[in-house]
């Protein structure tokens, strides 16, 4: 919004710096995390009025997690709400690759709010059906990815880009809007399957967010691509904006959802969150990257399904408990242990994304 003041520019004084995409996302970062500061005890408090017992524990759950009964849910809503305002505030909105992170964002909160809503009001742990949600998250993805197909440039569109290889392009053709649609509705509920320990989605969503916001940059400037060989996507330089602002959303949440936490994510936002990095990763022409940089999301939606189908071949499980993060529980590590090191394990892997920039 606050781009528009780069028209009162003669190039040489302070509404200049709106021009400049890298000042703009340093500003959405700061904006989201004061909001976050400001706003994120009076809606926790609120929350915690209005839900009462707060969200459901699963009685299969690890005994440890009947502690956490009370705790009060949707705290995603602290995160999206200063996402909104930051990138509203900030971002060039005439960039279309905004609106459909802005759109996919935004839609599967509503997914994820619903469903919050559901256990809360009906105090247990089922909700909306999955069914329901499945589909709702691929009719939003599919538009998602027919506008981003639609956008990219001729020579990108419908083609799937690979790392490492040089200029090499697979064409997909109509194949890549059903692709797409798995990237974002599977980081949707990767990212929400990990959400189980206080802070352990919230923090590997902020680094693979940072990640992909540095990748968007990169891809968006011309001179970069040139010079690193990878695939210019003129306009995805704008999502660094949104990036920026997760981040510091991210760490106004964090904040809060510290153990022991004083509001769970729940899945209005570990759904909205998982469907912005699926969503920004189709735009970037970086689906691949997503699956390295955001490998702990598919470790643990592996865990679950390997067990699901392992105990429907067999009636026995491979994993204690799954996800996988309740597995370590059971094994006795500490959650603050489990937390730590899941977050050392993202942080590695987000590095190991961005070398594919320069391994080519």
């Not at 996402?83 to 839609?107: C, K, Q």
């Not at 689906?287 to 592996?302: D, P, Q, R, S, T």
């Amino acid at each position: 919004m606050l781009y528009w003041l780069t028209e009162f520019s003669d190039g040489g004084d302070i509404f200049n710096l709106f021009r400049y995409i890298t000042f703009r996302a340093g500003m959405a970062f700061f904006t989201a995390l004061v909001f976050g500061f400001i706003f994120g005890l009076p809606l926790i408090n609120l929350l915690r009025r209005r839900q009462g017992k707060g969200q459901p524990i699963r009685d299969d759950g690890p005994q440890t997690h009947f502690a956490k009964a009370g705790t009060p849910t949707m705290g995603g809503l602290l995160i999206l709400s200063a996402l909104l305002f930051s990138t509203l505030l900030w971002a060039r909105l005439d960039n279309i690759y905004v609106w459909i992170v802005l759109g996919v964002t935004f839609a599967f909160g509503l997914i994820g709010f619903a469903d919050d809503y559901a256990k809360v009001s009906k105090q247990n742990t089922k909700g909306v059906s999955s069914k329901v949600r499945f589909l709702l998250g691929l009719l939003i993805a599919a538009a998602a990815c027919a506008a981003a197909a639609w956008a990219h440039p001729a020579a990108l569109s419908y083609n799937l880009a690979l790392p490492v290889f040089k200029d090499t392009l697979l064409h997909l053709g109509w194949f890549f809007i059903p692709f797409g649609m798995i990237v974002i509705v599977g980081s949707a509920n990767a990212v929400n399957l990990t959400d189980g320990l206080d802070g352990l989605a919230i923090m590997p969503v902020m680094i693979a967010a940072g990640t992909l916001g540095v990748i968007a940059y990169v891809v968006g400037n011309y001179n970069y691509t040139e010079y690193l060989g990878v695939h210019f996507v003129p306009g995805t330089g704008e999502l660094l904006i949104f990036t920026a602002a997760l981040f510091g959303g991210g760490l106004g949440f964090l904040w809060y959802n510290a153990p022991p936490a004083a509001v769970f994510m729940g899945d209005t936002g570990s759904l909205a969150l998982g469907g912005a990095l699926g969503a920004i990763a189709v735009c970037t022409k970086h689906e691949i990257v997503l699956a390295i940089v955001g490998g702990l999301f598919v470790v643990e939606a592996l865990s679950v399904i390997i067990q699901v189908l392992y105990f429907k071949r067999t009636g026995r499980r491979v994993f204690l408990m799954a996800p996988i993060h309740h597995h370590f529980e059971k094994k006795g590590w500490a959650e603050p242990q489990i937390v730590i090191r899941f977050w050392i394990i993202s942080l590695i892997l987000a590095l190991i994304g961005l070398a594919t920039l320069k391994l080519r």
